[in-house]
């Protein structure tokens, strides 16, 4: 194999792998905002039902943990740091509906209504880090009682994993077809190239 073709080779190798990294790269990004999405932080009750919102830690002595409802920041319930101590919100539609579990600052509201509706922000300030978490909550209203009722089903959670499953093997299926064809045309373009080098070589 003469120099030009080693060199053609291995610039042929290194666009076909740099090729097929960055194809899954962008595969695994979009499937990761694809399952965030679908598994996010998204509640959905149904009216006098008791939700909680986790945290997904473990306070520590020096946490603080503050809850807020809503575009405005409505205060909903803190945890301070070093006492621990619990302040909950006077607003009257948390008043004795909210409770924060103290060791984990999980937000735990009661006998919840339509109104409570909306997104809820976790702010966490930990070894002068802060850090944010979101939450959506639907609160359903009960329907009145038909005598031939529609059955709607929520999508529960093995029908999610269904979703989730059929949107991987689709971006997968995608992710191999751009792979074989940037695989092809690069493998095109150097055998059209083969007889100008051997040509080179000749004259050479």
Not at 139 to 151: C, D, E, G, K, S
Request: charged letters at 20%.
């Amino acid at each position: 194999m003469s120099p030009i073709d080693s060199h053609l080779l291995h610039k042929l190798n290194f666009n076909i792998n740099s090729s097929i990294v960055m194809c899954i790269f962008i595969f695994y990004c979009l499937f990761f905002l694809i399952v965030k999405d679908v598994f996010g932080n998204k509640v959905s009750v149904m009216e006098g039902d008791s939700v909680t919102l986790h945290t997904d830690i473990v306070r520590q002595k020096d946490d603080r943990i503050v809850w807020y409802y809503g575009p405005e920041n409505t205060f909903v319930a803190r945890i301070s740091k070093m006492s621990g101590s619990i302040l909950l919100s006077e607003d009257e539609r948390f008043r004795d509906r909210v409770m924060v579990n103290d060791q984990t600052g999980d937000l735990i509201i009661t006998n919840i209504r339509t109104q409570h509706s909306g997104d809820y922000t976790l702010k966490i300030s930990r070894n002068n880090k802060v850090s944010y978490k979101k939450f959506n909550v639907t609160v359903h209203a009960h329907q009145p009682v038909l005598t031939n009722p529609i059955r709607v089903q929520n999508n529960s959670p093995v029908q999610r994993v269904f979703v989730i499953s059929v949107v991987y093997l689709m971006f997968s299926v995608i992710c191999i077809i751009i792979c074989v064809h940037m695989y092809c045309t690069t493998v095109r373009k150097r055998i059209s190239s083969q007889p100008l080098n051997a040509k080179m070589i000749l004259m050479d």
